[in-house]
């Protein structure tokens, strides 16, 4: 028998395109088509990084750029107070998301990536890269608050500019130093990490700022989010797609030659999402908040912004590093990790919030 909830979410499901419906399948393809053109034109990696910005070759910047424009210019920059009023919402999402979960995934990264300090360096900026993406198609699968999703996304997008520098430096030479982790200093400038973030975040964040203004003054909010993002919508798998296939043909010897490294970046970031989205979906219901922002708390701790930790994994690493092979293995583990979340959280929702839906 089909349940109203399961039959909600496939309802939501074949709403998505078939882009967003096929993600794992694309992103899968991505990496083939990748790792041939990395067999096929040896001089490949020479010819991306002739023109660079901000140590980055130009075309993956660009790729990043698009990447990340569509999402910000999603999200509804004016809402933030009405869920800022929601305190236990609020500060409980800054918490997992801004000292939890960078904790979680530096002690993950470390216990399963100890002899490998640049892929244990790519999985703690994934960690601090927040999610401010892919989480709003998770939130409305699992029907959770969208409004709340969008405006946490905004406190999210937010705090990464202001934030994200500062503890990606504390995390990868401070607290290590402290810990007595012996090997584990990473020559990384502050200034680098910070670069980083205001050109492949700060860009696409004011464009996006700049268009839902302009878009809604001149044309109405339901033009804005009816047709206009429909169209620049999926220039952000585009984007992702078209980074991967070069990230790929870049990296292509060393996926190739060490499949095992990528099964090891695997299993810490399926402990990670397990971790983040069981404890603050528990959290949310000790908490006694409504389902749907029960789900839209866990949703948005788990998720993680690998647009933002590959960019940042390149312009201070390089596009052949460890680091950025750690970011582009990312999202094909976090998709299909998080779909089967969202049916944990419909079971959920039958568990723990049965009254509710009377």
Known sequence: ?????????????RRLSRLDRFLPVWIGSAMVVGLVLGRL????????????VAGTSLPIAIGLLVMMYPVLAKVRYGEVGLVAADRRLLVTSLILNWLIGPLVMFALAWIFLADLPAYRTGLILIGLARCIAMVLIWNDLACGDATAAAVLVAVNSIFQIVAYAGLGYFYLEVLPHWLGLSGASVDVSMWTIARSVLIFLGVPLVAGYVTRRIGERTRGRTWYEGAFLAR?????????????????????????????DVVRIAVPLLCYFAIMWIGSFALGVALRLPYARTATLAFTAAGNNFELA???????FGVTSGQAMAGVVGPLIEVPALIALVYLAQWARRRFYAKEAL
């Open 310 to 316: 590959i960019a940042v994994a390149i312009g201070t």
């Open 1 to 13: 028998m089909t349940t109203p909830e399961l039959t909600t979410m496939e309802a939501s499901i």
């Open 232 to 260: 620049i919508g999926p220039l952000a798998l585009y984007g992702l797609l078209f980074t991967v296939v070069v990230l790929f043909a870049l990296q292509g010897d060393t996926i190739t030659h060490r499949p095992l």
């Open 41 to 52: 034109i040896p001089t490949l990696n020479q010819s991306l990084n002739h023109v660079q």
